[in-house]
């Protein structure tokens, strides 16, 4: 079993960073594909970004290209998200998630665990 725990959420103004971290306990997941998610009120889970251990591969939806980074520290069983340039849109519950990797990385099915979620909330 994996246990998730997310922090670092907030208020944040239009422009301003926010950095995010996921740390995780339970069992060695070294070699896990970890993700984050987020949630809009009304809207579903929509993929965010996604590292993979193998290579350090990262995926990101277009609309956080080059503001958003992810990155892991897997002495410390730990993910980050990186928020820069803020925007309204980007307010959410955010979400972070892990599973085997299997290949496909995009979708809520693709993960076994997730944490409770940490809301993050742009100003304009």
């Known amino acids: 079993q994996v246990q998730l725990v997310e922090s670092g959420g907030g208020l944040v103004q239009a422009g301003g960073s926010l950095r995010l971290s996921c740390a995780a306990s339970?069992?060695?997941?070294?070699?896990?594909?970890r993700a984050w998610f987020r949630q809009a009120p009304g809207k579903e889970r929509e993929f965010v970004a996604a590292?993979?251990?193998?290579?350090?591969?990262?995926y990101y939806t277009d609309s956080v290209k080059g503001r958003f980074t992810i990155s892991r520290d897997n002495t410390k069983n730990t993910v980050y998200l990186q928020m820069n340039s803020l925007k309204p849109e980007d307010t959410a519950v955010y979400y972070c998630?892990?599973?085997?990797?299997?290949?496909?990385?995009?979708?809520?099915?693709?993960?076994?665990?997730w944490g409770q979620g940490t809301q993050v909330t742009v100003s304009s």
């Open positions: 998630a892990a599973g085997r990797d299997s290949g496909s990385y995009y979708a809520a099915h693709d993960y076994d665990y």
């Open positions: 339970g069992r060695t997941f070294s070699n896990l594909l």
């Open positions: 590292i993979r251990w193998s290579a350090y591969s990262t």
